[in-house]
């Protein structure tokens, strides 16, 4: 490769890497909004509805909330994420030209073959609750 390339592709890469290096911080760096959870809420599709997600506002705190929540009855299960579906706006510094996704967390029961999907959005935030049905363990 000749030298007059050589300068603008490192160039290219070094601004690359800056800029991605940069938006990483921004995203790693929100503050993390602080959770109560102590609410339970009364609403039957809170949390099950990908047009009602538990709005958390960091992936962060989507792992808090699932470490805290516990089932009404007593009954053990284990969580495990999906994957990501529903594009919506928002206005979250974090999102990708305004647009986020919901993350989708299926719960499965120890004892039974009962599943269980909940959908948060982890750009938005409104003090979490725990949706029908479950409870928290550390009701601070």
Known sequence: MNNTLKKPISTFIFLFCALFFAMQNV???QENPPMKLKDKSKSKKYGFDEKN???VGTVRNQYVFLGALVDAKGEEFTTKREGSCCS???NSPTAFMGKGLLDVW????KNSKKVVTLYFNG???E???APKGFTFKNKN
Do not use: G, M, R, V
């Open 27 to 29: 995203a790693f760096s």
């Open 53 to 55: 997600p538990i709005k």
């Open 88 to 90: 919506f706006d928002t």
């Open 106 to 109: 299926k719960i499965t029961y």
């Open 123 to 125: 750009y938005d935030f």
């Open 127 to 129: 003090e979490p609750k």
